[in-house]
């Protein structure tokens, strides 16, 4: 079965960095786009960027352009969220999506991962 395993978080003071990773199993890696998303606390889940099955192209919601940037290595079936410049309200559970389409996966992805826990402290 699909299976993407988030890590990489943890407690970060603002204006800090983290790289986040995804590894993903039992797919076609390759063949599939990539997103992450993020949920805060009593807000909805919303997208934060994605990227092409070639890594040619990605996108980024406006809170994470010029300061996130989307990697993916397909020889190791592991994308990449690299943050820079942290703000406490990037404090959030940041999921990792898979799904076959670029333009879905930045919307309804079909597989996600568990989550891992960013917090940015002021």
């Known amino acids: 079965q699909v299976r993407l395993v988030e890590s990489g978080g943890g407690l970060v003071q603002a204006g800090g960095s983290l790289r986040l990773s995804c590894e993903a199993s039992g797919l076609t890696f390759r063949a599939y786009a990539m997103g992450w998303f993020r949920q805060a606390p009593g807000k909805e889940r919303e997208f934060v960027a994605a990227?092409?099955?070639?890594?040619?192209?990605?996108s980024y919601s406006d809170s994470a352009k010029g300061r996130f940037t989307m990697s993916r290595d397909n020889a190791k079936n592991t994308v990449y969220l690299q943050m820079n410049n942290l703000k406490p309200e990037d404090t959030a559970v940041y999921y990792c999506?898979?799904?076959?389409?670029?333009?879905?996966?930045?919307?309804?992805?079909?597989?996600w991962g568990q989550g891992t826990q960013v917090t940015a402290s002021s």
């Open positions: 990227i092409s099955p070639s890594g040619g192209s990605t």
């Open positions: 999506a898979a799904d076959l389409q670029y333009l879905v996966v930045a919307r309804s992805p079909g597989y």
